[in-house]
C-alpha cells in the first residue's frame, strides 16, 4: 500500500544554480581570493562547470527531469566589468538563457547577487562602503531592463551566510572577523534590497520579487540550560529573523534556503553543533540530516505571512547513497506545511550540476547531474530520476508505513 501526497496545482518544481558555481573565472572577489590559495582542496574555479557555454544542454536535462522551474544568478562582474560600464555581450547571453528556458517550458528565477562582487566593487570597501546600495539599485535596474521576460527575481542569495562567514567568522573573502562590521554589511545589504525592490517595482510593476535567506533551526544542546537556552534565542533572533524584519515590507515572496539543524551551547556560538537525531546518516559535508527541521524552518518564515518558495534544499552526496532519502523526508515535511496552511508555492533542489562549492572547492558533489570535471561529461543520478516522477507527478508517493 501507498500514500500519495499531492502538492498544489501549478507547484513549481526545479533546482537551482549560481553563476560563479557555474560559469567559473570572473573578475570578481572570489577569482582573486581563490587565487591566493585559499581553497581547501586547492582548486580554482577556472571554467567550473562550463555552464555558460553548456547552458541549453544542461537545460535540456533539466526538461527531461520534468522540472518547471529553475533557478539561476547573474553575474554582476561580467556585467558591469567596470563600475558604470555595460558589457552588451554578457547581457545578452543572460537574455539567451532566459529565452532556452521559455522555449522548453521552464520559469526562470533570476537571482542578482550570489556572494561575488566585482573587483572594482570590493576594492572599494564591498558592501561596507555607503554608496554600494545605490550601485547595486543601478545595477539591478539595468538587468532587468535587459531582461522583461523574467516574472521572479531574488535580489540577494543568504545575506546571513555572507555577513557570518565573511565578516565574523572570517572564513571568506575579505576574511574579516567583527560582530559589528557583519551587523552593518547585512545592514546595507538590506538597503539595497529595498532599493532593488523599488527599481524593479517601477520597471515591472507585476513582477514577484523576494529574498533567499538561509534558515537554520536552532535548538538548544541542553535544554534544561538555561544559558544555552539564552544562546539559542539570541542565534535565531540575530540569524533566522533579523533579516526578515528589515525587510519584509518589500517581500513579495520569501525565499527559503535550509540545509541543517544546529544545537547551540553557550561559549560556543562561533561553531555550534550540528546536530541531528543519531540514526540520520551523515552527508558528504558532515552534515546530519534532519527531515523535521525543514518543516519548522517553513513555519517561521510563513510567520512573516508571505508566499513561499524552498530556494535551495539538497546535500553532498558524491556517490548519490542519501540524496533520495533526503528529498522524500525533506519534501515529506514540505507537504505537512503546505497542510497546515503555509502558503509554499515551489521547491528547487541544490543543485541542478555538481560546481564548484565556494571554500570547499570541487570535492563536494551537490548535483542532480554528476559533472566529470576532466571531460565535463554530464550524468544524471539515480535520485534525480526518481525526483523527476515526483516533478512529473506533482506528487511524492510513500510506502505506507
Known amino acids: 500500500m501507498q500514500r500519495v501526497l499531492r502538492f498544489p496545482e501549478g507547484f513549481l518544481w526545479g533546482a537551482a544554480t549560481s553563476a560563479h558555481q557555474v560559469e567559473g573565472d570572473q573578475d570578481n572577489d572570489w577569482t582573486a581570493w581563490e587565487k591566493l590559495g585559499r581553497i581547501k582542496d586547492g582548486s580554482v574555479s577556472g571554467a567550473a562547470c562550463e555552464h555558460w557555454t553548456r547552458y541549453q544542454a544542461d537545460f535540456d536535462l533539466a526538461k527531461e527531469l520534468h522540472h518547471t522551474a529553475h533557478r539561476f544568478s547573474v553575474e554582476w562582474s561580467r556585467i558591469e566589468p567596470r563600475e558604470g560600464e555595460w558589457n552588451e555581450a554578457a ?9 532556452a528556458l521559455r522555449q522548453r517550458q521552464i520559469e526562470p528565477f533570476v537571482t542578482l547577487w550570489h556572494f561575488t562582487n566585482p573587483r572594482w566593487l570590493a576594492e572599494r570597501g564591498g558592501w561596507e562602503h555607503p554608496d554600494t546600495p545605490r550601485l547595486f539599485a543601478r545595477y539591478v535596474g539595468r538587468v532587468v531592463e ?38 552593518n554589511v547585512l545592514h546595507r545589504l538590506a538597503a539595497a534590497h529595498a532599493q532593488a525592490w523599488r527599481a524593479i517595482k517601477a520597471a515591472q510593476p507585476d513582477a514577484q520579487v523576494g529574498s533567499a535567506l538561509n534558515l537554520v533551526d536552532y535548538r538548544s544542546e541542553r535544554p534544561h540550560n538555561v544559558l544555552d537556552r539564552v544562546s539559542t534565542l539570541i542565534s535565531d533572533r540575530i540569524y533566522n529573523h533579523r533579516w526578515l524584519r528589515m525587510t519584509a515590507s518589500y517581500e513579495d515572496f520569501i525565499g527559503v ?5 544546529q544545537r547551540i551551547r553557550f561559549g560556543s556560538v562561533r561553531r555550534p553543533i550540528i546536530a541531528a537525531p543519531q540514526e540520520q546518516p551523515l552527508t558528504d559535508f558532515g552534515w546530519k540530516m534532519n527531515p523535521p527541521s525543514m518543516y519548522r524552518v517553513l513555519r517561521l518564515a510563513g510567520s512573516y505571512g508571505k508566499s513561499l518558495y524552498v530556494t535551495e534544499n539538497g546535500l553532498a552526496d558524491a556517490h548519490d547513497r542519501w ?3 533526503f528529498i522524500r523526508d525533506y519534501l515529506g515535511y514540505v507537504h505537512r506545511a503546505l497542510q497546515d496552511g503555509v502558503d509554499i508555492r515551489g521547491y528547487f533542489h541544490w543543485s541542478l550540476l555538481d560546481n564548484f562549492e565556494w571554500r570547499e572547492g570541487f570535492s563536494k558533489r551537490f548535483g542532480l547531474v554528476a559533472v566529470d570535471f576532466t571531460t565535463q561529461r554530464r550524468s544524471i543520478r539515480p535520485s534525480a530520476r ?8 506533482n506528487a511524492l508517493v510513500l510506502p505506507d508505513a
Open 257 to 261: 534556503n535550509h540545509y541543517l539543524q
Open 323 to 325: 540524496r533520495q532519502r
Open 146 to 183: 535587459a531582461l522583461p521576460d523574467v516574472r521572479f527575481w531574488i535580489t540577494v542569495n543568504e545575506p546571513n551566510v555572507y555577513a557570518l562567514l565573511s565578516y565574523f567568522v572570517g572564513e571568506w573573502p575579505p576574511e574579516v572577523r567583527s560582530w559589528r562590521r557583519a551587523l
Open 91 to 99: 547581457l545578452a547571453h543572460y537574455r539567451d538563457v532566459v529565452r
Open 386 to 393: 526518481w525526483f523527476a516522477e515526483v516533478c512529473r507527478k
